[in-house]
């Protein structure tokens, strides 16, 4: 066998048996097995809703666990190769050995990015806040131009996609919005867009033409499942109901169909006013609640919760995660990782992977080091 593809395919190999060894997946095979045990039983069907939310789950685990499996047998088939080729001292099987090397190359690769979105709740949809910062009309207007940045990217995902509460800025955009996203690992794909977004553009509000820095915020929580145990006792609760305004139309504008709740204790509130349904308008509101605490503990549990929530700075200039300029120059760059695109517009049409991709990069890479 050749020398140097015996080299290639022995460093795929290794790479493949070394993310193994680093993945902890017991537990979530475990889980498998526990939820296909459970689907076999002959009551599965009796209650629909929670048979739905297991076929779910067991989609979202074999997600990733089918791939891995298919990767370790691609690793053992591949070093099978090469024993049989070193036993018989043959070059015959190099061009099966190329191609079965660079298949698992390829889907090691995938794999990989599929791994670093291995957090509690990355498979769940989100809920993603945006808030106008400093700036007036033009950071409500910049406001909106991420809302649509969003909605693109998660159409172009094949997600599903809702605005459920929205708070109009006056002169133009908003001042604040929500945006549900439903589809796979949706949380763990955005939850690195947290942070302050800085615009920097020729203002179409100024006569003068003069150039002009904007700045919004971007929360992301995860929309969380009714497995995860969660108490909201109703004498911690206050629900208001009330006309949800805005460009719902007609009945929503003339009925009180929008809810929000507020967990006393906390203070933290979440509203739903995108459904003509006041039920489904509280539903929705009661799981973004939901999802907000839950939230909460877990960075009090990663110690962040004072950095992001109390510490977490004005949204305004030297705060910024990422930096979008139009003028005098073309370029997208994120402070974090330093992954940068010369071409706001595609950007701003919803092409985030490459952002999302190096920040979940630098995540894995500081989760190898801390662990070192």
Not at 4 to 27: F, P
Not at 132 to 141: F, H, L, R
Request: glycine content about 8%; some cysteine.
């Amino acid at each position: 066998m050749d020398a140097e593809l015996k080299r290639s395919a022995k460093n795929v190999i290794d790479r493949i048996l070394h993310l193994r060894d680093s993945l902890d997946l017991g537990e979530k095979q475990s889980r498998r097995d526990a939820l296909q045990n459970e689907m076999e039983g002959a009551s599965f069907w009796n209650d629909q809703d929670k048979a739905k939310a297991t076929i779910a789950e067991l989609k979202t685990l074999n997600g990733v666990l089918k791939p891995f499996e298919e990767l370790i047998k691609q690793a053992d088939d591949l070093t099978a190769s090469l024993e049989l080729a070193d036993e018989l001292e043959t070059d015959e099987f190099d061009v099966d050995v190329q191609a079965a090397a660079e298949k698992a190359d390829k889907d090691f690769a995938a794999f990989e990015l599929q791994s670093m979105l291995s957090g509690p709740n990355d498979h769940c949809n989100a809920f993603v806040t945006i808030h106008a910062g400093a700036g007036g009309t033009e950071a409500c207007d910049w406001a909106e131009m991420l809302m649509r940045m969003y909605l693109m990217w998660a159409e172009g995902r094949g997600f599903k996609a809702a605005v459920t509460a929205r708070e109009e800025g006056g002169a133009a955009g908003i001042a604040e919005a929500t945006l549900h996203i439903t589809g796979p690992y949706a949380y763990g794909n955005l939850r690195g867009e947290t942070g302050v977004h800085r615009l920097v553009r020729i203002s179409p509000y100024d006569a003068a033409a003069r150039r002009q820095t904007s700045f919004a915020s971007v929360d992301v929580i995860p929309e969380v499942d009714e497995t995860i145990d969660i108490v909201l006792k109703d004498d911690e609760l206050k629900r208001d109901v009330f006309r949800a305004g805005g460009p719902g139309g007609q009945h929503q504008n003339k009925t009180e169909s929008a809810v929000r709740y507020t967990h006393l204790p906390t203070g933290v509130a979440a509203e739903s006013r995108s459904e003509r349904s006041q039920h489904k308008n509280d539903a929705l509101a009661l799981a973004s609640l939901k999802a907000k605490l839950i939230r909460m503990e877990e960075e009090k549990r990663e110690a962040e919760y004072a950095k992001k929530y109390d510490e977490k700075g004005d949204v305004s200039f030297g705060n910024q995660i990422r930096s979008y300029v139009l003028q005098p120059y073309q370029l997208v760059k994120d402070a974090r990782t330093s992954y940068e695109v010369g071409n706001p517009r595609a950007v701003l049409d919803g092409g985030l992977d490459g952002f999302i991709e190096s920040y979940l990069r630098m995540k894995l890479a500081k989760g190898a080091d801390s662990a070192k």
